[in-house]
């Protein structure tokens, strides 16, 4: 298994850490608004990996945390005139009702940062104690030049920074760079009691102080949106890598690339920020699941309504296919064409050609999801092979028991990708079979006005026959 690694900037050998567990971390959103389908493409595709990895034997723990406390939690409290826990743990339940919408349930674990205050002081503790951080009035700091290595993984040396970041003036920092890592109580703030005064976490040391709890201090992979990588991702290195001496803090650190809409990146401003909620009021998941792994994870996602309908569309040949499939498996809603499939007697040579194309299609799938969880290849891969099978089908080359494995091998993907549809088997009645076996008798008898008369009571009743190469297939109109 092969994984991008942002720290060395190379393709990298996963090797984990500890043989027994694989431990998986990625950052949670900002509850403070309803989540969005920039955040629908993070989760979605850390989903994917977590389930390849586990398809692939690894024993994976995937923890999130929450950040339920924050700045821009507390403003739009504020704004709305509601207390901050409140309105974070609102968009908390939200974001879980979305992420359930989204097939997303690979997380072991969500941790919401309110309740691992304790964590936190103790890992501030160990910080000041190490002379890494120092208290002031106005809440505790890192110390950035106590900690040289500043800027491995977004590869930026201090000086560097200075020159492309603006920092806004604070008194109570010795140097610019310094980070918070408690920030002193401020009238109408939520608070906790803390040996540097009641106050609230910064928004770094959550994370640390949350992995190091179930992890320890050293762990196999973080993964978040790019935007992350600094200085999110690199205070948390800092602040790990400090306090506990052990290098690295993180094995491998994956990010996504960003989702813009039409070009743009998501704001309200621009009215063309899209909620979960509204995207899956006008598409369904799997045509959104589809986009998002069609696109590999590290380029940036351009959403447009084309891209999303362009998707809808492939949906609908997977979902067609899978029909198609089922009712080869199980030909209940099929009268047999007994003459044909007699005729063409499936020979050993077909049948083995058919299991190497599942064996392929398998294969192809692993080693794409191996080289870097590489899922537009395996979103091509699957329709070429929708492709082949489709020719063989038409030649009546396709088995039931062959579509009964095809459709196993297709599920087995599924585990992972969560695209494919739920197809509900079509309910046939009796006397609609009855007509069309009826219809079949006369057109084998060329008396095809009788066959027509019989055609029109089956439409009259809601239903069409179509002739396949397979036999009839009866089916709803409109289905
Ligand atoms: P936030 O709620 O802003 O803290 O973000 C939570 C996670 O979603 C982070 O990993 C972000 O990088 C990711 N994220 C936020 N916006 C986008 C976006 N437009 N595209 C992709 N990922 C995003």
């Known amino acids: 298994m092969k994984i991008y690694n942002t720290l060395s900037g190379k393709k990298e050998d996963l090797k984990l850490l500890n043989q027994k567990r694989l431990n998986f971390f990625v950052c949670g959103p900002t509850v403070y608004n309803s989540s969005h389908i920039g955040h629908a493409r993070t989760y979605v595709f850390f989903d994917t990996a977590v389930k390849y990895l586990r398809f692939a034997g690894y024993k994976v723990f995937y923890l999130q945390n929450i950040t339920d406390i924050d700045d821009k939690i507390i403003n739009r409290a504020n704004e709305l005139g509601q207390e901050p826990l409140f309105l974070s743990r609102h968009y908390t339940n939200e974001y879980f009702k979305d992420m359930q919408e989204l097939r997303i349930n690979s997380v072991s674990k969500y941790a919401p940062a ?29 110390d950035i030049t106590k900690f040289p ?52 976490p910064g928004w770094h040391i959550e994370d640390t102080a949350i992995s190091e709890h179930f992890f320890g201090s050293q762990y196999d992979i ?44 998501m704001s309200k401003s621009l009215k063309n920020f899209i909620t979960i909620h509204d995207l899956l009021k006008k598409h369904s998941t799997e045509a959104f699941r589809l986009l998002v792994l069609q696109n590999h994870y590290r380029s940036p996602l351009n959403y447009t309504d084309k891209s999303i309908q362009a998707t809808e569309e492939g949906l609908k040949r997977i979902e067609e296919f899978m029909t198609r499939l089922k009712k080869i498996r199980n030909p209940k809603s099929q009268i047999p064409n007994k003459s044909k499939i007699q005729n063409s007697k499936l020979t050993q040579h077909v049948i083995l050609s058919q299991t190497k194309n599942l064996n392929e299609l398998l294969k192809k799938f692993t080693i794409a999801m191996e080289n870097d969880f590489d899922t537009p290849k395996v979103i091509a891969g699957i329709f070429n092979f929708i492709k082949k099978i489709n020719g063989l089908i038409d030649k009546n080359l396709f088995s039931t028991k062959e579509a009964a494995n095809a459709i196993a091998a297709l599920k087995k993907i599924d585990i992972v990708l969560g695209i494919m549809p739920k197809i509900k088997e079509e309910e046939i009645p009796d006397a609609i079979k009855k007509l069309a076996e009826e219809r079949e008798k006369y057109r084998k008898e060329k008396k095809w006005t009788e066959a027509d008369k019989i055609r029109e009571k089956i439409t009259r009743a809601g239903f069409i026959v179509e002739d396949m190469p397979t036999g009839l297939n009866i089916k709803k109109a409109g289905a």
């Open 114 to 142: 309110s309740k691992f205050i304790p964590q936190i002081i103790t890992q501030i503790k160990t910080l000041i104690k190490k002379k890494y951080a120092y208290a002031t009035p106005g809440g505790v700091y890192f």
């Open 149 to 200: 290595q500043y800027g491995k993984l977004s590869r930026q040396s201090l000086k560097s920074l200075k020159k492309a970041v603006r920092i806004e003036p604070d008194a109570n920092k010795r140097h610019d760079f310094d980070f918070v890592l408690w920030k002193a109580k401020k009238i109408g703030e939520p608070f906790w009691k803390s040996p540097w005064g009641d106050g609230r």
């Open 222 to 265: 973080h993964g978040g949106g790019v935007d992350l990588k600094f200085p999110h991702h690199e205070s948390e290195i800092a602040q790990q890598e400090a306090a506990s001496g052990k290098i690295p803090f993180v094995k491998y650190w994956m990010h996504t690339g960003h989702l813009l809409v039409s070009g743009t990146k």
